[in-house]
């Protein structure tokens, strides 16, 4: 909105990874993960990569994440390459984007307490602040994500996995980033648990004015939380657009196919057969 | 008359002697042929639910209440008897088919092994059995041989070679535990398929554990819907869907996306989830009244002083009577 | 309770002290490792006779009130001996472990931080201590620097250098999956931060048992090399030098192999449950069990 650019802008990202050599003098495979994948996201928004496992989504996250850099195109965050970055450089757009895991339990250093949790990308990527500053913030991030301030002094091991992952996303706040990437965020959650992370997210999206890269395979989760939803399929994108209008219209063969499989309350027993045959192989 | 095939009567599950309850008085009965499905979030104790009837709990858990299957009761059974029955009568489909399957083991011996132990076969008999199984499970030869090793294929594949190994032995209950949760929708839906399709030809009977409420509602013929360690609901699966006469039922699905009106003004703020506050109680500090009513949306004064106990719903003379524990159950129609 | 209350409630049983004696082996062997310890200190300023002092008068007596434990061939008190020797083995046991953690544990570190070559190099490096006998490299040094304590320090060293790397690297490889190391990078650490704050405090529970094992083993192995003579030198005293000097009195004056003998095996046998206790206490799926 301020900008002319979009928040993020990624330009026919390529990312192979090499595969062991079959034989000894075979030349090595290429897996390659993304192929050539384009995305646009505008400020305040939100996109969903929906896909199956292998698509090639979480890699696309990483990607934009700036934790593996791609064998071609550019991720460009406020209009800045942050590959072509230097590593001081990388470290000063880290402000701006931030990201929260799937697993709850795994994305907590358990020999951790929650302050130093969400100190870590304060102290690193804004020295500058100061310790009252930090304290502040702390207090601000943990109280945007519902927790009280005795929080700060417990250990990860202490909180449910709804609670963690709200300690996760108060970490991912705690720069006061423009955008978040969220890679599986609420599917390890139970569904009423599951709910309120979402709910969260879709208070903090409205209230401090975030973006969301919102990858999932759960149809549902992306259906309620996004604006737009890019599919995934074998590293490609094979269809894009607002998430309503491709969920009421589907166009490309296998989301129809994936909108099709999931399945729904009410629909009745054996519907899921029919729906798996209509799809064209 | 017969005795049914799975008969739970009050069954409770206590942690120790001190008794931590955590199973408290389930009752239900499965004949063969029936669909049931389970369903709860984690904590609920539907999978501990499974391992009773497996005879399977940790040593440290003490089962009480009737449990009985084809008129035996279960829990006073020798262990000898037991392992009898595991694999040959009462068989398991687990969720995660990679943990579940020997990875130094070929899948034609693992599922030829219930044959040979139960049914004193042959290896040659037991493996032609296999190869059968295989065929019918959507695993052909001579692409998929009985010498492969569960990491030469997909968590689809696995979770189908988990099913002919669950069917070898033409068990009268098939237990299926979560047995979509880690597979792809694309997959998950052939793969209940198959399940359908199995329990269809041999005639057993479906227990299915599930936390998706989709997966239930294609699958099951029946639901019970289980909260803190008790059935809060259950009747036949339209019925349920129907009604949901449990404000827990309700909570679960309007929680989930499927509930969510997506409908939305031009420029208003994005609809919520109706999520359901608070968690679930932990075992040894559920209340002594109605479990849910700390996060009810609907909770009475009695609601704080008295436990419900499942109730009709009906005036009855259906097959599957729709019960609800609730002292004030919702009179029908979802919010949404 | 509500989740305020639930946060703010005080824990429950998180006392150390309570935890280590409820276990029993982690008494005993902090208890074993403590009177050693305490043995050795003492020995600095006071033992009951001076452990070098000759008197030829009192050679070879047996377990008295006067000589607690005896008298050896040169009429030394053999308890003052042990005492002095107590300070010599955790010495030389401990600079061993010291050298082995030191440069052992970052080697795996790096191993695991890095992957790739550096990785393969790492591991090809421990592979080769590992294929060469221990003894025989000990003598080798000992005959490069001649023998001594220090020179037994550096070769039993030597040795705990894999040992450290290996399991360093074997419990690091784990945790570079993890999610936290990925929101690590995302906070902008290098792989020298994410090891400093996210591996080495998730490891150090598998090091402390390990150490504790390579503490017990490096004992015997002072112990092994002083009886062969490449480990402390006279005036020293240690306990594997009175074992090779009671060999010909075995039969006429049993205690002097006997006491030294015991102290190593209390020591050792000490050491091994204070390894088992700590294995458990520090077990973070037992401990964070609520």
């Known amino acids: 909105m301020r900008t002319a650019a979009p928040l993020l802008e990624v330009r026919d990202l390529v990312r192979e990874y090499p595969l062991p050599r079959p034989s000894l003098f075979a030349p090595r495979p290429v897996l390659r993960a993304v192929q050539g994948v384009s995305l646009t996201l505008p400020a305040g928004s939100s996109l969903g990569i929906v896909g199956e496992s292998g698509c090639g989504k979480s890699t696309l996250a990483r990607c934009v994440m700036g934790l593996e850099r791609p064998q071609e195109g550019q991720v460009l965050i406020d209009g800045e390459d942050i590959y072509a970055l230097s590593r001081a450089g990388l470290r000063r757009a880290r402000v701006k984007f931030q990201a929260v895991f799937q697993d709850p339990y795994g994305s907590l250093d358990p020999r951790h307490d929650v302050r130093r949790i969400l100190l870590e990308p304060l102290a690193s990527l804004q020295p500058e602040t100061s310790r009252a500053e930090r304290e502040s913030r702390i207090l601000e991030a943990l109280e945007a994500v519902g927790l009280p301030s005795a929080a700060a002094g417990r250990y990860p091991h202490e909180f449910s996995g709804g609670q963690r992952q709200r300690i996760a996303i108060a970490r991912a706040l705690i720069t006061r980033p423009a955008l978040i990437v969220a890679d599986e965020p609420v599917s390890a959650l139970d569904v009423s648990i599951q709910a309120q992370a979402l709910n969260l997210m879709m208070d903090l999206q409205e209230r401090l004015g975030l973006s969301y890269l919102f990858i999932s395979h759960d149809l549902g989760v992306v259906r309620a939380i996004t604006d737009r939803v890019a599919v995934m399929q074998a590293g490609k994108i094979v269809e894009e657009g607002p998430t309503q209008e491709v969920f009421a219209h589907p166009r490309h063969a296998y989301t129809r196919r994936l909108i099709g499989s999931a399945p729904k309350p009410f629909s009745g027993r054996r519907r899921r057969a029919r729906a798996a045959q209509e799809a064209p192989a | 008359m017969s005795a049914p095939l799975l008969e739970l009567d009050g069954l409770t599950v206590a942690l120790g002697t001190g008794g931590v309850e955590l199973l408290s008085g389930l009752s239900l009965v499965l004949e063969r042929g029936e669909r049931l499905g389970l369903v709860g979030e984690s904590g609920s104790g539907k999978s501990l639910t499974a391992l009773a009837i497996m005879g399977l709990l940790p040593e440290q858990m003490r089962v009480s209440g009737g449990l009985r299957f084809a008129g035996d009761d279960l829990p006073a059974l020798p262990e000898e008897r037991m392992r009898r029955l595991r694999g040959r009568r009462i068989a398991m489909i687990f969720q995660e088919p990679m943990t579940a399957l020997n990875p130094v083991m070929s899948i034609g011996a693992q599922i030829a092994e219930g044959r040979r132990l139960h049914l004193g076969e042959s290896r040659a008999e037991a493996e032609a059995v296999a190869r059968r199984l295989l065929d019918r499970v959507g695993l052909p030869g001579p692409r998929f041989d009985l010498g492969l090793y569960p990491h030469q294929l997909s968590g689809g ?131 002594a009244h109605c479990v849910f009513a700390e996060r009810c949306g609907f909770v009475q004064p009695d609601c704080l002083r008295i436990s419900p106990r499942l109730a009709p719903l009906d005036s009855g003379g259906a097959r599957w009577p729709h019960l609800a524990a609730c002292l004030h159950p919702r009179a029908g129609g979802l919010a949404p | 309770m509500t989740l305020e209350e639930e946060i703010s409630a005080p824990q429950r049983g998180r006392g150390l002290l309570r935890a280590i004696f409820r276990s029993r082996n982690l008494t005993i062997g902090l208890f074993v490792l403590l009177l050693a310890i305490g043995m050795a200190v003492v020995s600095e300023f006071w033992t009951p006779y001076p452990p070098n002092a000759l008197r030829i008068r009192d050679k070879l007596q047996g377990p008295s009130l006067a000589h607690w434990f005896g008298t050896d061939h040169f009429g030394r008190d053999v308890f003052s001996m ?76 030597i040795f705990n250098i894999p040992v450290f790397a290996r399991v360093t690297r074997g419990a690091a490889m784990g945790l570079w999956k993890r999610d936290y190391v990925l929101a690590a990078r995302c906070a902008g650490l290098g792989d020298a931060a994410i090891t400093w704050r996210h591996i080495l405090p998730n490891v150090n529970h598998v090091l402390i048992v390990q150490a504790t094992i390579q503490f017990a083993l490096a004992v015997v192995a002072e112990a092994g090399l002083s009886y062969v003579g490449l480990g402390a030198q006279p005036p020293q005293a240690s306990w594997g030098k009175m074992l090779s000097d009671s060999q010909t009195y075995i039969y006429s004056a049993a205690h002097l192999a006997i006491f030294p003998g015991l102290a190593i095996t209390i020591t050792v046998l000490g050491l091994n449950l204070l390894g088992d206790g700590l294995r458990d206490l520090l077990d973070p799926r037992v401990r964070r069990q609520r």
């Open chain 3, 82 to 157: 042990i005492m002095a020797g107590a300070r010599n083995s955790l010495e030389v046991a401990l600079t061993a472990v010291a050298v082995g953690i030191g440069i052992g544990v970052p080697l795996g570190a790096l191993a695991a931080a890095r992957g790739g070559w550096i990785d393969g190099f790492v591991m090809r490096l421990t592979d080769l201590a590992f294929a060469f006998p221990a003894l025989l490299t000990a003598v080798i040094v000992t005959a490069i620097f001649g023998p001594s304590a220090v020179n037994a320090m550096i070769a039993i060293g």
């Open chain 2, 157 to 287: 594949q696995r979770q189908r070679v988990m099913i002919a190994m669950a069917a070898a032995c033409g068990p009268d209950l098939l237990i299926a535990d979560e047995p979509t949760t880690a597979l792809d929708v694309t997959v998950q839906a052939q793969i209940l398929d198959l399940l359908d399709e199995i329990v269809e030809e041999t005639g057993a009977a479906l227990l299915l554990i599930t936390h998706d409420l989709g997966v239930v509602s294609e699958t099951a013929d029946r639901i019970a819907v289980m909260y803190a360690g008790r059935i809060v609901e259950t009747g036949a699966t339209e019925e349920v869907f129907a009604r949901m006469a449990h404000p827990y039922s309700q909570g679960l699905f309007a929680a989930s996306p499927y509930g969510l009106d997506l409908r939305r003004a031009p420029g208003g703020p994005r609809p919520r989830l109706k999520a359901i506050p608070g968690m679930v109680p932990d075992p040894a500090r559920r209340p």
